[in-house]
Nanobody, 121 residues
Framework: QVQLVESGGGLVQSGGSLRLSCAAS????????MGWFRQAPGKERDFVSG????????YYADSVKGRFTISRDNAKNTVYLQMNSLKPEDTAVYYC??????????????WGQGTQVTVSS
């Protein structure tokens, strides 16, 4: 069992930056691939980024490549999403999830409650 708690969301102007954190409970965090997803109002939840258990491989949606960076610290049971050059279309609730494969096609069994990111123009 893994419990996930996101933090770091907020209101930022277009072009600004935010860093999201996702703290996990449980001693098996390092065995999971981790992913970040987002859901804008009236839209489906989309894959944003994923990272494998060791942090050696990461994956990104085309819409965030070059602007977002995912990382993890297994000693702290935490995964991060550094978001730079934010755009209004990045506005969404961001969720972290623990799963088996760090891509959009992975199976994610555990989800956080989400954190709101709002980018003003």
């Amino acid at each position: 069992q893994v419990q996930l708690v996101e933090s770091g969301g907020g209101l930022v102007q277009s072009g600004g930056s935010l860093r999201l954190s996702c703290a996990a409970s449980g001693r098996t965090f390092s065995s999971y691939a981790m992913g970040w997803f987002r859901q804008a109002p009236g839209k489906e939840r989309d894959f944003v980024s994923g990272i494998n258990w060791s942090g050696s491989r990461s994956y990104y949606a085309d819409s965030v490549k070059g602007r977002f960076t995912i990382s993890r610290d297994n000693a702290k049971n935490t995964v991060y999403l550094q978001m730079n050059s934010l755009k209004p279309e990045d506005t969404a609730v961001y969720y972290c999830a623990a799963g088996n494969i760090p891509t959009m096609s992975g199976r994610y069994d555990y989800w956080g409650q989400g954190t709101q990111v709002t980018v003003s123009s």
